[in-house]
């Protein structure tokens, strides 16, 4: 049964994407959306793909790619030789976790505020190795980042051989302090594979300056490529130690130019380049969407997202969970007490399909914290509006 409340009206940048007419999309997070003339880009370059596979796959496959790995570089404040594209963050952690040469007793560090795709990653390498997988215990809720880098060094060890550590959380959207993270686990002698799967677009990049021993990022969320666009960087000492998930031709067939690193994850077998090849277009579409570039609209995202947290946590009366200081474009924000205490339903809770089933809004739910506390998590991208956060409250309200 679909809910009569009046529908928000969304930004008119929302144009720009196919998103259902009807529904309010505030779950970004999640997979991102891309844009129309990014896809229609993507279906040109299918095309001539399909016109000529072996000069577009293979003889002239490096003229394309490289103008989007040189724009990704530029954007995310490396060096294009240090940088190769992954079809999604899970391929970039599982290149890296996998490729450590661990021994019995070692230890892999990780936090309770993982992402589980990528721990059951690092679980397994540790399995293979007879290693441990060590959990740091970040508080949730928490007041500031302090409590976050304490948690993390906390739990290292003299056996801890790498650190996965989020750049922003999945569940509990808290943008760690990932600078103080790196150095601190660096001067224990600690490398860190840092999981910014929803940095890139989010935050302003500069991993060259980070330097941490692995950074891994999506492009189809906040930057808006289509999906299967990802990236790994990896410190010029540790190239050479990196196999991309699937091995193919580029461990013994080098290519003028590219360093044996590129070599191995530029082709991972046959498949669709296309969203990669859209990455800089991508780049320069979504910063063009707002006069003052990406530094406006990661701004602007993010004061959405504030204003968005703060209007949601009066209406519920529920009290912010964290600063706002650790906020980017994504907040998690606790349920009121009548909705704590239920059992997990299934794959996906209740009330959350009866938001979109009823009030057309895309939310997800999830529990969080020693206590299971069930949350919501909200995103800004420039297609929102603040409109839609108080047609969530409304609906909240009328569960
Ligand atoms: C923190 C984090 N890491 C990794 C991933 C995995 O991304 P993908 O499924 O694109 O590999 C996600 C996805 O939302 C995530 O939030």
Known sequence: MKVKLSRPKP??????????????????????????????????????????????????????????RAALAR??????????????????????????????????????????????????????????VVVAEVPFPLQSADEIVAAVLRAVTRRTRLAMIDHITSDTALVF?????????????????VDGAHAPGMLPLRIGRLNPAYYTGNLHKWVCAPKGAAFLWVREDKQASVQPAVISHGNNRSRPGYSAF???????????????????????WLGKRVPGG??????RNHALTVQG????????????????????????????????????????????????????????FNRVGPKATRCFRISAQIYNAVAEYEYLAEALAML
């Not at 529904?23 to 016109?51: D, T, Y």
């Not at 191995?264 to 800089?280: E, H, I, K, M, Q």
């Not at 990406?294 to 701004?299: E, N, V």
């Open 11 to 68: 930004s008119p940048l929302r144009r720009h994407w196919h998103l259902a007419p009807g529904i309010v999309f505030l779950n970004h997070g999640s997979f991102g959306a891309c844009p129309k003339p990014i896809l229609k880009l993507q279906s040109e370059l299918r095309q001539k793909m399909e016109a000529e596979p072996v000069q577009f796959l293979w003889r002239r496959y490096e003229e394309r790619l490289e103008p989007a």
């Open 75 to 132: 954007f995310v404040g490396a060096r294009a030789r240090d940088l190769v594209f992954v079809t999604n963050a899970t391929a970039g952690v599982n290149a890296v976790a996998r490729s450590l040469k661990l021994k019995r007793g070692d230890e892999l560090l990780t936090t309770n505020c993982d992402y589980n795709a990528c721990r059951n990653v690092v679980v397994e390498a540790a399995r293979r190795a007879g290693a441990k």
């Open 177 to 193: 302090p990932i600078a103080r993270i790196i150095r601190e686990l660096e001067a224990r002698g600690v490398d860190t594979l």
């Open 262 to 284: 590129q070599d191995r994850f530029d082709w991972c077998g046959t498949f669709d380049p296309s969203a990669w090849l859209c990455v800089g277009e991508a780049i320069d």
């Open 294 to 299: 990406w530094t406006q609209l990661r701004a």
């Open 309 to 364: 947290r703060r209007l949601l946590c009066e209406r519920l009366e529920v009290k912010p969970p964290c600063p706002e200081s650790l906020l980017g474009t994504l907040a998690t924000i606790p349920l009121p007490a009548r909705f704590q205490g239920l059992p997990p339903g299934g794959k996906i809770d209740a009330e959350q399909l009866r938001l979109y089933d009823e009030f057309g809004i895309e939310v997800p």
